[in-house]
């Protein structure tokens, strides 16, 4: 039995509440195409903002889902229910079994970045899947009690560069106590 | 006008939109995913307040650049789906009863409820949206903005006319173009969008 909640629409306002947060549906030119613009500009960096965004929004919302659990879970249990709720939400696969307190490496079995970007864009040679660093940097973050800054996500692997998965190696920054 | 935008909605939203076992979301012709509305505000708000204001409107453009394509094929994808052909497609008798149940389709997405407030067959559609999530937010965070934020259902606005009275699908998108005229980010008491044929400048 997962924790992770059912949706609630409200369809007088076309709101849908998830575990006391909106949500909505965004389909895959929406997602890529802002993707791809926070690529182009040149003055920031847009794929830090992904990440630092992603952790801070995970991190927050997953300890709260963590803290009406009925009952306490383990890491590795909380991890596992990090990996249903990436799945309930149609972002695809992702192992974070091999995950500590110290950090280690996550595995991405299906992408929905990947899988979008090629539907939209065709291949490209750089990796795509930033959200899901942020995603896990989140998570890992909610599930160890630390600040989601804690840690460096970084994807050394991609579907997108054809290999089998997707790899996320997971460090502890330098300050990172 | 022969729609039915509760029924619509509630035939909408009934629809199974679960992950498959690879945990995508596919629907309607597109990959769907679910997001919490604050991280979409976030990385936006956050993206266009880091740049110049000349790089922040080429951002804004980009972003109902990519809304519109969402929209496009989004709605594009649901008006040939076999449910809108059984459920949906017996309400329609005229291209205006299509743009409202386009309309009554999006409110299902969980963006904030848009409405018709004018619409000239072919010309120019009007629509408002009094709970869109980010206009709040802006104001909560930033203060009161120079120009509209709602970029979704702006570049919606427009998708509906595109579809509807442009070329057929896929060559009509970018006939209409939206402008949001009033939003509650600027301090407007409800958002406004107005969609008219594309005047080159």
Same mark, same amino acid.
């Given at each position: 039995?997962?924790?992770?909640?059912?949706?609630?629409?409200?369809?007088?306002?076309?709101?849908?509440?998830?575990?006391?947060?909106?949500?909505?549906?965004?389909?895959?030119?929406?997602?890529?195409?802002?993707?791809?613009?926070?690529?182009?500009?040149?003055?920031?960096?847009?794929?830090?903002?992904?990440?630092?965004?992603?952790?801070?929004?995970?991190?927050?919302?997953?300890?709260?889902?963590?803290?009406?659990?009925?009952?306490?879970?383990?890491?590795?249990?909380?991890?596992?229910?990090?990996?249903?709720?990436?799945?309930?939400?149609?972002?695809?696969?992702?192992?974070?079994?091999?995950?500590?307190?110290?950090?280690?490496?996550?595995?991405?079995?299906?992408?929905?970045?990947?899988?979008?970007?090629?539907?939209?864009?065709?291949?490209?040679?750089?990796?795509?899947?930033?959200?899901?660093?942020?995603?896990?940097?989140?998570?890992?973050?909610?599930?160890?009690?630390?600040?989601?800054?804690?840690?460096?996500?970084?994807?050394?692997?991609?579907?997108?560069?054809?290999?089998?998965?997707?790899?996320?190696?997971?460090?502890?920054?330098?300050?990172?106590? | 006008?022969?729609?039915?935008?509760?029924?619509?909605?509630?035939?909408?939203?009934?629809?199974?939109?679960?992950?498959?076992?690879?945990?995508?979301?596919?629907?309607?012709?597109?990959?769907?995913?679910?997001?919490?509305?604050?991280?979409?505000?976030?990385?936006?708000?956050?993206?266009?307040?880091?740049?110049?204001?000349?790089?922040?409107? &080429?951002?804004?453009?980009?972003?109902? +650049?990519? /809304?519109?394509?969402?929209? #496009?094929?989004?709605?594009? !994808?649901?008006?040939? =789906?076999?449910?809108?052909?059984?459920?949906?497609?017996?309400?329609?008798?005229?291209?205006?009863?299509?743009?409202?149940?386009?309309?009554?389709?999006?409110?299902?997405?969980?963006?904030?409820?848009?409405?018709?407030?004018?619409?000239?067959?072919?010309?120019?559609?009007?629509?408002?949206?009094?709970?869109?999530?980010?206009?709040?937010?802006?104001?909560?965070?930033?203060?009161?903005?120079?120009?509209?934020?709602?970029?979704?259902?702006? &570049?919606?606005?427009?998708?509906?006319? +595109?579809? /509807?009275?442009?070329?057929? #699908?896929?060559?009509?998108? !970018?006939?209409?173009? =939206?402008?949001?005229?009033?939003?509650?980010?600027?301090?407007?008491?409800?958002?406004?969008?107005?969609?008219?044929?594309?005047?080159?400048?």
């Amino acid at each position: 039995m997962t924790i992770v909640p059912s949706l609630k629409f409200d369809s007088e306002h076309n709101i849908i509440e998830f575990d006391g947060a909106l949500i909505s549906l965004h389909c895959h030119h929406y997602n890529c195409g802002l993707l791809k613009t926070i690529e182009e500009i040149s003055q920031i960096d847009g794929h830090a903002v992904i990440v630092e965004t992603a952790a801070e929004q995970f991190f927050r919302s997953f300890r709260e889902l963590l803290s009406k659990a009925s009952k306490e879970m383990s890491p590795d249990q909380a991890l596992q229910e990090a990996s249903e709720l990436y799945r309930f939400m149609g972002f695809g696969r992702l192992d974070l079994t091999e995950l500590t307190a110290r950090g280690g490496i996550a595995y991405g079995y299906s992408s929905y970045y990947v899988t979008s970007w090629l539907a939209k864009y065709g291949r490209r040679d750089t990796p795509v899947c930033y959200f899901t660093c942020g995603f896990i940097a989140g998570i890992v973050g909610a599930v160890f009690d630390v600040a989601p800054q804690t840690y460096d996500v970084k994807e050394r692997q991609c579907m997108m560069l054809r290999h089998k998965r997707c790899e996320f190696v997971v460090t502890k920054k330098p300050n990172g106590d | 006008m022969a729609i039915d935008s509760r029924k619509i909605i509630e035939l909408a939203s009934g629809l199974p939109m679960a992950s498959d076992e690879k945990g995508m979301i596919a629907a309607f012709g597109v990959y769907v995913v679910m997001n919490y509305n604050e991280f979409f505000f976030k990385l936006v708000s956050r993206i266009i307040t880091m740049v110049d204001d000349a790089e922040a409107q &080429a951002v804004e453009q980009k972003l109902y +650049d990519a /809304v519109l394509e969402c929209g #496009y094929h989004t709605f594009q !994808g649901a008006r040939s =789906s076999m449910d809108w052909r059984d459920l949906i497609l017996p309400m329609i008798k005229t291209p205006e009863d299509e743009i409202h149940a386009l309309v009554a389709f999006t409110n299902m997405l969980g963006i904030g409820y848009i409405e018709v407030e004018e619409l000239i067959p072919g010309k120019r559609l009007v629509t408002t949206v009094r709970n869109a999530y980010d206009p709040g937010r802006y104001l909560e965070e930033y203060g009161p903005q120079p120009r509209g934020r709602c970029y979704m259902f702006n &570049a919606c606005t427009a998708s509906y006319m +595109d579809l /509807v009275y442009a070329a057929p #699908y896929p060559n009509g998108m !970018g006939t209409f173009t =939206s402008k949001e005229v009033m939003c509650r980010s600027m301090g407007n008491p409800t958002c406004r969008f107005v969609a008219e044929i594309h005047q080159l400048t």
